[in-house]
Structure formats: structure tokens, C-alpha cells
Nanobody, 111 residues
Framework: QVHLVESGGGLVQPGRSLRLSCAAS????????MSWYRQAPGKGRELVAR???????YYADSVKGRFTISRDNAKSTVTLQMNSLKPEDTAVYYC?????WGQGTQVTVSS
């Protein structure tokens, strides 16, 4: 059974940083691309970043240059380092892999 657990969300001031982690289990982690999505209030869920099984990455234009996705296959974890956060980054952030969603973690950027 695939299981994804996000952590690291919280309240942060604009311009500060947060680091999200997603711990995965129940599948062969190294074989799968891992993705981070987010959903802001009243909006649809959008892809933020993805890292392929070989390490290739994709970023939404809105986060390029500020967010970095990485993976640790030995620990079955994927991390999203978020720098220079903006109020518009406020959302619930979800980990996605193997057709499964995590439960999400709230990120709020506000002064």
C-alpha cells in the first residue's frame, strides 16, 4: 500500500524559507517520479515541481529560481526547499507519486 506523508509546513513571513519533506513507503521509490502540487483557497490543484527517477526536474514558472526539489532514494524521501516565499505561495502542498496523494501540509506566507 502506497503511503505518502508530508511535513514541514507552517506560517512564515514573506521572503523567508521553508523546507517540505515527503516520506514515501509501499512502492519502489527509486523507480518513480515524485511531484509536489499545491492548492490555494478557491483554486485548483497545480503542479509545483517534479523530479524524475533519474533526477531530471521540472518547475512551474511561478516558482523557478526560488524552489528546489530533490530526492533521497536511500531514505525514500523527496524534499521541496522553498526560498523567497511570497504570499501567493500560500496553499496546501501535496506530495504525489504512484497514483497516490499525501494528506497535504499547510504553508502560509504572511506578515
Amino acid at each position: 500500500q502506497v503511503h505518502l506523508v508530508e511535513s514541514g509546513g507552517g506560517l512564515v513571513q514573506p521572503g523567508r524559507s521553508l523546507r517540505l519533506s515527503c516520506a514515501a513507503s509501499g512502492f519502489t521509490f527509486s523507480w518513480y517520479a515524485m511531484s509536489w502540487y499545491r492548492q490555494a483557497p478557491g483554486k485548483g490543484r497545480e503542479l509545483v515541481a517534479r523530479i524524475g527517477s533519474g533526477g531530471s526536474t521540472y518547475y512551474a514558472d511561478s516558482v523557478k529560481g526560488r524552489f528546489t526539489i530533490s530526492r533521497d532514494n536511500a531514505k525514500s524521501t523527496v524534499t521541496l526547499q522553498m526560498n523567497s516565499l511570497k504570499p501567493e505561495d500560500t496553499a496546501v502542498y501535496y506530495c504525489w507519486a504512484a497514483d497516490t496523494w499525501g494528506q497535504g501540509t499547510q504553508v502560509t506566507v504572511s506578515s
